[in-house]
């Protein structure tokens, strides 16, 4: 049988109450949690965090209301190095600001003027195919679309329409472009059929 303490903190997870995040849970009482659980269970609870804690749930029979934003806040916080997280498995205040050399900060306070950061940032046009930038363009890219899916849309959205509104390079870095306009695209349907469905 699972501790009801556990129990009672993946309750209040699902339904976004938690006090502090999974990733700080699971460090605090890492060793409890692999007793309780088969190593196969522990690692699926590590990698695949809320799939498992539902399962968990069902299986005692601990009713619960799924609350989305607090799951989409997981998984988002699930994508960020330890490092950038506090005590309570929260973003550090003000880490996002000191990315890509204040892209996020600027964005913030100059909304899409933001844009010559960036471009000042992957040296665009000058010396966008070298491989330090195009080793930029796709962190960028992937932090954008974690954005776009599960933290700050409106960044995430900025951010590629940047990389999707770049001439053709002729190089690796169209591949990237071409995803970012993918990124959007699907974006944009999903938000249409969501207005549909909430009109029907």
């Known amino acids: 049988m699972v501790d009801e303490r556990h129990l009672a903190y993946f309750k209040e997870l699902l339904e976004g109450n938690a006090e502090i995040s999974f990733r700080a849970y ?94 000042q940032y992957i040296e665009f046009p000058k010396n966008i195919n070298h491989k330090r930038n195009i080793e930029k363009l796709e962190d960028i890219e992937y932090f954008a679309e974690t954005e776009l899916c599960l933290g700050d849309q409106s960044l995430g959205l900025f951010l590629l329409k940047v990389l999707a509104s770049m001439d053709r390079q002729f190089s690796e870095v169209d591949d990237i472009i071409h995803r970012a306009q993918e990124a959007i695209m699907k974006f944009s349907k999903n938000i249409r059929v969501e207005h549909q469905n909430q009109v029907e």
């Open 26 to 119: 699971l460090s605090n009482h890492e060793d409890s949690l692999r007793k309780q659980f088969s190593p196969a269970r522990f690692t699926r609870l590590r990698f695949k965090s809320i799939d498992e804690i539902v399962k968990i749930l069902d299986e005692e029979k601990v009713p619960y209301i799924m609350n989305d934003q607090a799951i989409r806040n997981e998984k988002y916080l699930a994508t960020f190095h330890p490092d950038a997280l506090n005590e309570k498995g929260r973003l550090k205040e003000g880490f996002k600001d000191t990315l890509f050399n204040g892209i996020v900060h600027d964005f913030k306070t100059k909304g899409e003027d933001a844009v010559l950061t960036l471009h």
